[in-house]
């Protein structure tokens, strides 16, 4: 690979990690309940907390996928 392949990626992975952090940063404004949703796992007891965000994991795997599958349909055209 080039140096202007490997730039090309590095500002593709870039405005992709802004995208993401903006739509975080909005849906966390909006009040969208991302870590609280049902399915997410949370114990509390003295001196001792858990947290397993199961459901809220799961919805960012998807839109992560189908945000990667979009972006590799539109790079093939």
Do not use: C, H
Not at 20 to 33: K, N, T
Not at 36 to 47: A, F, N
């Amino acid at each position: 690979m080039d140096l202007q392949t490997i730039g090309k990626w590095l500002i593709v992975i870039g405005l992709g990690l802004a995208v993401v952090g903006g739509a975080l940063w909005a849906l966390g404004r909006a009040g969208v309940p991302l870590g609280r949703l049902p399915g997410d796992i949370r114990i509390e007891r003295e001196g001792f907390s858990f947290y397993l965000p199961i459901t809220t994991s799961i919805l960012i795997s998807i839109a992560l996928t189908l945000a990667v599958n979009l972006v590799l349909r539109l790079l093939k055209k």
